[in-house]
C-alpha cells in the first residue's frame, strides 16, 4: 500500500512539474549568427524568388480529416499514407526552386505525423546553406510517445547574416490546459544584388482558432509594427507564411456548411501599412478545409497563403503550385521579388 502511494505522488508530482514547465515556456527574442556558415553561398540575384508552404506535419494529406478543424481523426489514416506524404513533400520541395523558402507546420516525430519526421528528409533534400528550423509546439518533460516538436523552417542557398526569433501574442489559454504555443517571427536577414540593399525575410504562422479572429487581429498589428521598424532601417522587407485569414474574396466550388468555416475570417485589409503590398496569386487556392478528405468541389477552398512587401520591393510575379492537395492541406506559393532602390 505505501509503495503504491509513493508511486502514485510521484505520477502527480511529475504531471504538477510537466504542467508548469510547459505552461511557463515562451519564445524569447534571440538572434543566431549565420554568417560563418561552412558551405558556399549563392550571390544574392537582382530579382529573388521566395516560397512559402504549409506542410501539415505530413499528416494532413488528401486522405485525412482533422478533430480540431470539425473532422473525425486527429491522427493520419496510416503510417504508409504519412510515408508517401514525406516522400511527395520532399519530392515538390526539392523541385520548387526557390531562392529563400519558408516552411510552417514542420514536425520531427511525433504522434500528429504517426512518429515520422518530415523535418529530417526536408533537410536532406533541401542541401541548403541555411537549415532554420524553430519550434513553435515543443513539449518538455514528456516522454517519447507523446512528445510534440513541431515548427517553422527557413531554408535558404544564399549568403544569409543573421536569423532573429521575435515573439508575438498567442492565445490567453495553453493548448491542452498545459502547452503553450510560442508565436513568433522567423526572421532572415541578407545582404542584397548591390552593397546597398539588405533584405529581410519574415516567415509566420498565426493563430488559427482563436474565437473571433480578434488574436489574428492583434498578430498582425505586431508583425506590421516591427515589419515597419525594418523597412524604417533601410531593409528591403518580404513577410511570408500561413496568415490563417482569407486574403482575398474566392468563389471556389464547395458544400462545406457555415458550421465548419468556423475558422475562417477575412484579412484585415485596412491593417497593412500604407505603401506595402499584398502579393498573391488569385487563380488558385492554398488551402482546403480539413473537416473531411479531400473531395474537389466538397471542401471549402479558400487563399490563406501569400506575401506582404515593403514600398522599396516590386511584385514580380506570384503564383502558386498545384499539388491538389494530395500531401498537404495547403499547396505551396512562390513570389518572385525586387528591390527598389
Known amino acids: 500500500m505505501k509503495l503504491a502511494l509513493i508511486i502514485f505522488g510521484a505520477i502527480v508530482l511529475y504531471g504538477i512539474v510537466v504542467t508548469v514547465v ?3 515556456a515562451v519564445l524569447s527574442a534571440r538572434t543566431v549568427d549565420f554568417s560563418s556558415a561552412s558551405r558556399a553561398k549563392m550571390r544574392m540575384p537582382d530579382t529573388v524568388s521566395v516560397g512559402t508552404w504549409n506542410l501539415g506535419y505530413a499528416g494532413l494529406g488528401r486522405e485525412s480529416d482533422f478533430a480540431v478543424d470539425g473532422g473525425e481523426n486527429l491522427f493520419p489514416p496510416s503510417r504508409a499514407i504519412v510515408d508517401k506524404n514525406i516522400e511527395q513533400i520532399t519530392e515538390v520541395a526539392g523541385q520548387l526552386a526557390t531562392n529563400v523558402q519558408f516552411f510552417q507546420e514542420v514536425s520531427y516525430s511525433g504522434p500528429l505525423s504517426l512518429w515520422k519526421s518530415v523535418a529530417t528528409p526536408l533537410e536532406n533534400t533541401a542541401g541548403s546553406n541555411v537549415f532554420w528550423w524553430r519550434p513553435d509546439i515543443s513539449s518538455q ?4 510517445p507523446i512528445r510534440l516538436k513541431h515548427g517553422t523552417v527557413i531554408t535558404t542557398d544564399l549568403k544569409a547574416t543573421t536569423g532573429e526569433l521575435f515573439p508575438i501574442v498567442g492565445e490567453p489559454e495553453p493548448l491542452f490546459g498545459f502547452l503553450n504555443r510560442q508565436y513568433g517571427m522567423q526572421v532572415l536577414k541578407m545582404p542584397g544584388a548591390t552593397e546597398s540593399i539588405e533584405w529581410a525575410f519574415i516567415n509566420i504562422h498565426l493563430s488559427a482558432f482563436d474565437d473571433g479572429g480578434d488574436l489574428r487581429r492583434q498578430q498582425i498589428d505586431s508583425v ?54 499584398l502579393a498573391i ?9 480539413v473537416n473531411q478528405a479531400f473531395v ?7 487563399i490563406i497563403d501569400g506575401f506582404v512587401v515593403s514600398p522599396n520591393v516590386e511584385v514580380v510575379s506570384v503564383s502558386t503550385t498545384d499539388t491538389d ?8 506559393v512562390i513570389g518572385n521579388f525586387r528591390a527598389v532602390q
Open 281 to 289: 496569386d488569385t487563380s488558385l487556392p492554398t488551402v482546403r478545409t
Open 22 to 24: 510547459n505552461r511557463g
Open 224 to 277: 506590421f509594427s516591427y515589419a515597419k521598424s525594418l523597412y524604417e532601417a533601410g531593409f528591403h522587407v518580404v513577410i511570408g507564411g500561413d496568415w490563417n485569414m482569407e486574403l482575398a474574396e474566392t468563389a471556389f466550388p464547395h458544400q462545406t456548411s457555415d458550421e465548419d468555416l468556423f475558422w475562417i475570417h477575412r484579412f484585415p485589409q485596412e491593417s497593412i501599412p500604407e505603401g506595402w503590398k
Open 141 to 144: 518533460l514528456l516522454p517519447w
Open 296 to 302: 474537389r468541389g466538397e471542401n471549402y477552398l479558400t
Open 325 to 332: 492537395f494530395e500531401m498537404s492541406d495547403h499547396m505551396p
